[in-house]
């Protein structure tokens, strides 16, 4: 469940934070309050989910290996997110480069790039809450397994 909610969260705080706040200097504290909020509410997967699974689940012989693989496997996808923002700014969202004034500012062309970054933000997160719906069921079953064999290989020690 924290998981989870850690997920959800991130879909209001990012529609907040792109689409709700006015995009002016005026509102610094409102970003960077929102900003501290997200990031205190969106980042316990890893550490309050992941990781107490694999130490419950994965051998103790093989738990670096996998945390490491963990990290390297959401690092690894996250890094297409760039490109994926950039091609959706352009071909859904209808950002031109050429038209962007970089000293009055190009209201079309943020608004372009704030739909696609909310986009490629509000997709996986909504993703990422499912995929831990199906551990209610699964987790418990895999985590008996493994203390079961835990028990026979000591028992035979």
Known sequence: MC???SAIMGIPYTWFFLRVIPQSIDNFQIYAFTLLLMGLTISWNGTAANAP????VVPAKHRTMIYAFDRAFEGSFSSFAAPVVGILAERIYGYDPKSV???A???REALALSKALFSMMAVPFGMCCLFYTPLYRVF???RDNVRMANQKEEEMI
């Open 3 to 5: 998981a989870q909610f």
């Open 53 to 56: 699974m694999f130490a419950e």
């Open 101 to 103: 004034d970089p000293v």
């Open 105 to 107: 500012g190009s209201t």
């Open 140 to 142: 418990r079953h895999d």
